[in-house]
Antibody, heavy 117, light 105 residues
């Protein structure tokens, strides 16, 4: 069965770029869409954006200027970059299968990223 | 599109019928999903397209609604159901509701 695993640094300094990867096992990444979501400590879920299976990308308008989502089919990975981070970007970051008109049916376990000097 | 869930929290007993409401700021047809999240865990999909039960999810969970008004119903609350529930619209971009925490009474 398909499984997702997020990875990346647990600590990022303010103004730097946060980079995360989501490795997909048990299925080919280019046959589905992949969404990134984050959850600040003790708060709700925030949709970041998705990489549609066809190659199009859609971002949350409130984050569009600072985020980039990509796909590497050779590594079966989706990647997320968030530029110019502040403490407000401290959160658990999740990747999930789905996007567009598909609900998010498989989620990774999430990875905690703290922004601090 | 803004998603507003109510209530934000509720206390209920095992066996109770629980209803959670989600309202969209504009019509989203039936492009709505419901998720369950337990502390320290990733959300789990329960319902998609407003009323379709995800495979493996107990039949005590059901969803209904269209347009701007949606409900998640748990027909008989079980000990494993104490968690936070989120709605998500995926009609235009995507937005989550603020969550409803279901606690033990």
């Amino acid at each position: 069965q398909v499984q997702l695993q997020e990875s990346g640094p647990g600590l990022v300094k303010p103004s730097e770029t946060l980079s995360l990867s989501c490795t997909v096992s048990g299925g080919a990444i280019d046959t589905f869409s992949w969404t990134w979501i984050r959850q600040p400590p003790g708060k709700g879920l925030e949709w970041i954006g998705y990489f549609y299976y066809s190659g199009s990308i859609l971002y949350n308008p409130s984050l569009r200027s600072r985020v980039a989502i990509s796909r590497d089919t050779s590594k079966n990975q989706s990647s997320l970059k968030v530029a110019s981070v502040t403490t407000a970007d401290t959160a658990v970051y999740y990747c999930a299968r789905g996007g567009g008109l598909d609900a998010l049916d498989i989620w990774g376990q999430g990875t905690m990223v703290a922004v601090s000097s | 599109i803004q998603m507003t869930q109510s209530p934000s929290a509720l206390s209920a007993s095992v066996g109770d019928r629980v209803i959670i409401t989600c309202r969209a700021s504009e019509s989203i047809s039936t492009w709505l999903a419901w998720y369950q999240q337990k502390p320290g865990k990733a959300p789990k999909l329960l319902i998609y397209k407003a009323s379709s039960l995800e495979s493996g999810v107990p039949s005590r969970f059901s969803g209904s609604g269209s347009g701007t008004e949606f409900t998640l119903t748990i027909s008989s609350l079980q000990p494993d159901d104490f968690a936070t529930y989120y709605c998500q619209q995926y009609n235009s971009f995507s937005t989550f509701g603020q969550g409803t925490k279901v606690e033990i009474k």
